[in-house]
Nanobody, 121 residues
Framework: QVQLVESGGGLVQAGESLGLSCTASGNMRSINTMDWYRQAPGKQRELVAAIASGGTTNYADSVKGRFTISRDNVKKTVYLQMNSLKPEDTGVYYC???????????????WGQGTQVTVSS
């Protein structure tokens, strides 16, 4: 019904920058919150950044001042600009969206397939 397609992952050195994007498609009425999560092997998936439909954002303390989340509601795309990357930022980054389905009342969550971000020291 709804698909989230991510792009932009890769291998970079510490201190460099990387930008991720995620585009939603399918049958939906609207998109509420869009988020980025990340997960390192053997660790719990954690919220990195979130942005509401009106533009309000919040960030994990570990990325404040370095990462910026934004969205384009016309393109149904959420972005994550990652600057001053550190080795501890390494992990699989997942896009997530809370979607209002056509004919539905509640929000339904959808996940992207994930994109690998590796930061070398």
């Amino acid at each position: 019904q709804v698909q989230l397609v991510e792009s932009g992952g890769g291998l970079v050195q510490a201190g460099e920058s990387l930008g991720l994007s995620c585009t939603a498609s399918g049958n939906m009425r609207s998109i509420n919150t869009m988020d980025w999560y990340r997960q390192a092997p053997g660790k719990q998936r954690e919220l990195v950044a979130a942005i509401a439909s009106g533009g309000t954002t919040n960030y994990a303390d570990s990325v404040k001042g370095r990462f910026t989340i934004s969205r384009d509601n016309v393109k149904k795309t959420v972005y994550l600009q990652m600057n001053s990357l550190k080795p501890e930022d390494t992990g699989v980054y997942y896009c997530h969206a809370e979607v209002r389905m056509i004919g539905g009342f509640s929000l339904t969550g959808f996940w992207g397939q994930g994109t690998q971000v590796t930061v070398s020291s």
